[in-house]
């Protein structure tokens, strides 16, 4: 698998935003307004030989803002991760080496040691490939009725 992060264009965040997940993953759709977000400097897309399989995103775009007020974000040093990997690649065992390329390029690009994630805590694929990647959870948070939980690895 020949994974590269490079820096999102217009085209390749007009796709994300037109992704689809199944339930219960579909807490994850964008809104079509997010082609702002996408293109704030924070995006990169990750493709695979050439072709787009999926995206990260580092800093305040990886949190979840309500997490703040919990104190899911102390200043600790960690960088901030979000991914996101397309529809149909998700549940197929190719989770590790995508987020090991995000982690990698995290790494060498924002020497990020510690660094944090957040995720749904009904999403136990991601939870138990984070754990295998290193990630401890950290704390958990509630927003509406979704549960938060945040993740860290100590180490590159």
């Known amino acids: 698998m020949n994974l590269t992060v490079q820096p999102i264009g217009r085209d390749d965040a007009l796709e994300i935003l037109s992704w689809k997940y199944d339930e219960p993953y579909d807490f994850y759709n964008m809104d079509d307004d997010g ?82 994630l957040t995720v749904a805590q009904f999403n136990k694929r991601a939870i138990a490939l984070y754990h295998k990647l290193g990630f401890e959870p950290i704390m958990m948070f509630l927003v509406g009725d979704v549960e938060f939980l945040t993740m860290e690895r100590r180490t590159a």
Do not use: W
């Not at 704030?40 to 990750?46: K, P, S």
């Not at 050439?50 to 974000?73: D, R, T």
């Open 35 to 116: 082609i702002g977000e996408l293109l704030n400097g924070t995006y990169f897309t990750v493709l695979e030989n050439g072709v787009l399989i999926g995206y990260c995103c580092f800093g305040n775009s990886a949190i979840v803002p309500a997490g703040i007020k919990h104190g899911a974000y102390p200043d600790n040093g960690a960088l901030d991760i979000g991914l996101g990997m397309r529809p149909d690649m998700t549940g197929h065992g190719r989770g590790y080496a995508f987020v090991r390329s995000i982690l990698e390029f995290a790494q060498s690009e924002f020497n990020a040691t510690p660094s944090r």
